[in-house]
């Protein structure tokens, strides 16, 4: 990308790694559009990136409705006049593990709406308009339940699965017009949704991480910016995983 700003747009935005990305982008002088669900969590958002001097505006909005995304990515193109970056990482994550013949279908129907479609309808909106910028870049937050199952997960493993594919697929096709498309796979990362299970549960999860601890959502943040850079240039197809050598296997020595 070029010297200018940049216009990143971020679903997923009110919390968590969204949000963290939109604070991150807009701390490094990007005009940041902020889209989720939760309108008076994404406002709140906004107003932390603007008392930090950021310029940001909120777009409430469901990514999983074809009017809606339409018109996410028509309000940063009249605010800010062309879309650079976008960071899909609205995700749906349901309420519990359970067994997959326990699981609600609408829970597993969910997943998929919010992650997949969502994704989908998102990237199918924010191609064109990087393209007549000139390119741009995507990237779609996966997971490394994505690359390895995990049991009770059955929607939430299937959607970052899919979401995988579908980032291979829209990287293949739009490469040679400039725009990138990668995803991120981030492991064992202390969000709100890790927070609200307990210490007990926290505690289980740091000690399958290799490096002893859980990865941050600034740290996630941080990767999502690189790849967007320039030093990532040559990068379009790929699934960058964040886990603390997780997924690396079984350390011998503890």
Request: with cysteine; glycine share 10%.
């Amino acid at each position: 990308m070029k010297s200018m700003t940049r216009v990143v747009l971020v679903t997923g935005a009110s919390r968590g790694i969204g949000a963290a990305t939109a604070r991150a982008f807009a701390a490094a002088g990007a005009s940041v559009v902020l889209v989720a669900r939760d309108e008076q969590r994404l406002d709140a958002v906004r107003k932390e990136i603007a008392a930090a001097g950021g310029a940001a505006i909120a777009f409430p909005a469901d990514v999983s409705e074809v009017a809606a995304t339409e018109a996410m990515v028509g309000r940063a193109i009249a605010e800010f006049g062309r879309l650079d970056v976008a960071v899909n990482a609205a995700a749906a994550h349901g309420s519990r593990p359970r067994p997959l013949a326990e699981t609600p279908p609408e829970e597993f129907e969910q997943a998929l709406a919010v992650t997949v479609r969502g994704t989908y309808l998102s990237m199918r909106n924010e191609i064109p308009a990087m393209i007549t910028a000139g390119g741009g870049v995507i990237v779609n937050v996966a997971s490394t339940a994505g690359l390895r199952s995990i049991s009770g997960l059955a929607g939430y493993v299937a959607a970052k699965r899919a979401l995988i594919g579908l980032t291979e697929v829209a990287a293949l096709d739009y490469a040679a017009d400039g725009v990138r498309v990668n995803a991120i796979a981030p492991g064992p990362i202390h969000t709100e949704q890790l927070e609200r299970a307990g210490a007990a549960a926290r505690e289980h999860v740091r000690r399958t991480v290799p490096v002893h601890r859980l990865g941050t959502v600034d740290e996630v943040a941080a990767t999502i910016r690189w790849m967007c850079g320039e030093d990532a240039a040559f990068v379009t197809g790929s699934t960058l995983v964040i886990d603390g050598g997780l997924l690396a296997g079984t350390p011998t020595f503890a």
